[in-house]
């Protein structure tokens, strides 16, 4: 979390993908499934940094 | 059905608080998700407690107790005679003023107050005692 707003400033796109059932669902609950680029595969998370990055 | 745990406050303890709960709770039918984060939201509350109210120290010792009153009802009570600090007292910064801050944590009670239903603070017997209550229908 401490890392969102540098990557921000930074114009790094961070997406993540593969989280297990739980950890999704930990995201979901505190709200930073909101803040953040989640995306359930590999390829869907390139995609989506590279649109991101444009 | 009542269960109870007792332990020293040592974060190395955390380990057997998580299998104690996943053990008492593993024949009432709660969903992995649920329990996950059940698990959770007792791990970090027993170790705000250790870390907070009793530094760490292996030789205070801190009680869980579990209750299950009816199927799908589950009340979890940590018993000790540190220092209370109410999470219901304490307003959770808001989400966004945390990233802006680069602030590492402070997520913990904003957790365990979305996963529990109702969070209670109380004294028995001269001793602390904060009641998590969860349904799960």
């Known amino acids: 979390m401490s890392y969102i707003e540098e990557l921000k400033d930074k114009n790094i796109p961070m997406v993540l993908f593969g989280m297990k059932e739980k950890v999704a669902n930990t995201f979901s609950i505190l709200g930073l499934a909101e803040l953040l680029h989640i995306t359930t595969t590999k390829p869907e998370a390139k995609k989506l940094a590279d649109e991101l990055s444009v | ?137």
């Open chain 2, 1 to 137: 059905m009542n269960y109870q745990y007792n332990i020293g406050c040592s974060l190395s303890n955390l380990k057997g608080i998580r299998e104690f709960v996943r053990n008492s709770l593993k024949d009432q039918h709660v969903p992995e998700i649920e329990m996950s984060a059940i698990v959770l939201a007792l791990d970090e509350m027993c170790s705000n407690l250790m870390i907070h109210a009793h530094h760490c120290n292996p030789d205070h010792m801190l009680e869980l107790h579990i209750h299950i009153p009816v199927q799908g009802k589950f009340i979890f009570e940590i018993v000790d005679n540190g220092s209370v600090f109410n999470i219901n007292e304490f307003h959770e910064p808001d989400l966004d003023n945390l990233v802006h801050q680069k602030r590492k944590g402070g997520l913990g009670i904003r957790l365990v107050k979305a996963i529990m239903d109702k969070v209670e603070y109380l004294k028995r017997d001269e001793k602390n005692v904060c009641r998590l209550t969860k349904i799960i229908k």
